[in-house]
């Protein structure tokens, strides 16, 4: 049942509640917010909303800049991190143009649920079910300095083997040898097992929290399967919550795709599958995988489309640092069951009909997380509506370990983008299956491309430290 305001007067008068939290999406997947007093909070709010200006937030509007955010009173949630009581709630964007407003197609979260509403239109199924895996670093220190006489980056982990002569008691993971490791290695137990309390106070229900492979403070956690709107909302809380949480215990929280030289990458692998009138789509007996030939249209279409989302899924320059053979990244475009060296894994631990699905293994969360839902949905939907067939198009499965193919047998696959730029050129090329049905504006796209290359740009033009290492001498 949708919640009410007299819901949520009821929760700010039983919980002394002084401040009210707006937050809202920016191009680039950050939340940013507008505070009110509690005795502000009214009916009227849902109708004349806060006013924004959405060229700050890196949307390229044609209407006048200014809009309201409009509150979902679903999303509300009691902030932990605000010594002064807050309820926080998230909500949607609109054009104040007209009497009713209506929505801001450029912002997020209408984009995902325009996704949504395209499915149910399209007949296919009328539910996308998703579980993304949140891997990230924790550091007990870290800094960076970027000046014309100054490059630099420095982070620390009290576990890490690095320390082995300094931490004092022995308690010290060897290079990449974290994964599940135990207490006492395990230093930081309490502040994860705090941040999945939260989450869970949020309304977001988890599988489970671990050290991850790299020694030098990498963790995952994973939530349970959820409806793709909803789990594009919780993924916003699920990196709040981490990084404040973080702060909290000295720590500080990092989904940088690689941090670390020669340590492994954090990823966001996302688990997909359809439901059509709470009946799977995906899940067929006799089909490779147990998987229908929906599954596997809708795994062509990722895979067709898989360099142009590569720049919705990893947009950050540094996300193709982590995109190398070697630290079980994915590298190749194809499918199978059970290889994490192929960009699409089937989990042959979800055997049930109703849990039958597969992960894209290439998304970080340096994404916007309703970006990289939705273009996953409409590449699917495309994949089926197009009966793009993964087998047929050479794309798998590959039941191998693809890094220990013959140079000869390597040369026939195909390869995600090296590069943000390289992603970006594909994206410029390949969308129109993003702005079907009006989903993605074609405006969005054109600034979200503009935007990224001019970062691009400017990361080009910085020094390296590991310049001056290799041609310093010359």
Not at 11 to 28: A, L, S
């Amino acid at each position: 049942m949708k919640r009410t305001v007299q819901d949520i007067l009821q929760t700010i008068r039983e919980n002394n509640i002084q401040m009210v939290d707006f937050k809202m999406v920016d191009i680039n997947g950050q939340f940013r917010h507008v505070t009110v007093p509690a005795g502000n909070f009214s009916e009227d709010m849902l109708k004349s909303g806060i006013g924004f200006d959405a060229s700050n937030y890196g949307y390229s509007v044609v209407e006048k800049s200014d809009m309201v955010f409009i509150p979902d009173l679903d999303t509300a949630v009691i902030d932990p991190f605000c010594q002064i009581p807050t309820l926080s709630m998230t909500g949607d964007a609109m054009i104040i143009d007209t009497p009713e407003n209506r929505p801001l197609a450029q912002y997020p979260r209408n984009i995902v649920l325009a996704a949504e509403k395209y499915l149910r239109d399209s007949g296919i199924a009328d539910t996308m079910l998703i579980l993304p895996e949140f891997e990230f670093y924790l550091f007990d220190r870290v800094g960076w300095e970027v000046q014309p006489n100054r490059v630099s980056a420095s982070v620390d982990a009290v576990q890490s083997y690095w320390n082995s002569a300094e931490e004092g008691r022995g308690c010290i993971v060897p290079k990449q040898k974290a994964y599940h490791i135990a207490k006492p290695f395990d230093a930081s137990y309490e502040c994860r097992s705090e941040m999945c309390m939260l989450m869970q106070q949020a309304g977001i229900e988890l599988n489970y929290h671990h050290p991850e492979v790299a020694a030098s403070g990498q963790f995952e956690i994973e939530p349970q399967l959820g409806q793709m709107s909803k789990m594009a909302d919780a993924t916003m809380m699920i990196k709040y919550i981490i990084h404040n949480t973080a702060l909290k215990y000295g720590k500080s929280a990092t989904f940088m795709p690689k941090p670390i030289h020669g340590e492994a990458g954090s990823g966001m692998h996302v688990h997909m599958l359809l439901l059509k009138d709470g009946k799977p789509v995906f899940s067929d007996d006799a089909g490779y995988a147990h998987l229908s030939r929906e599954a596997h249209y809708f795994m062509g279409g990722l895979l067709k489309h898989i360099n142009s989302l590569c720049a919705i899924t990893n947009p950050s320059t540094n996300s193709f640092k982590r995109l190398v053979p070697g630290y079980e990244a994915p590298v190749t475009v194809g499918y199978a069951t059970s290889n994490r060296s192929a960009v699409i894994r089937i989990p042959a631990y979800a055997k049930s009909p109703e849990k039958r699905r597969f992960e894209l293994r290439n998304p970080d969360a340096t994404c916007n997380p309703y970006f990289c839902y939705a273009a996953l949905l409409m590449a699917g939907i495309d994949g089926i509506r197009n009966r793009i067939d993964p087998h047929e198009n050479g794309w798998g499965p590959y039941d191998v370990n693809l890094y220990h193919l013959s140079d000869e047998e390597k040369a026939k696959l195909k390869h995600l983008p090296t590069s943000l730029e390289a992603a970006l050129d594909a994206l410029e090329a390949d969308h129109d299956y993003l702005t079907a049905g009006g989903v993605f504006p074609e405006a969005l796209i054109e600034s979200f491309i503009r935007a990224k290359r001019e970062e691009c740009r400017q990361i080009a033009a910085i020094p390296h430290p590991a310049e001056f290492d290799r041609y310093y001498n010359l």
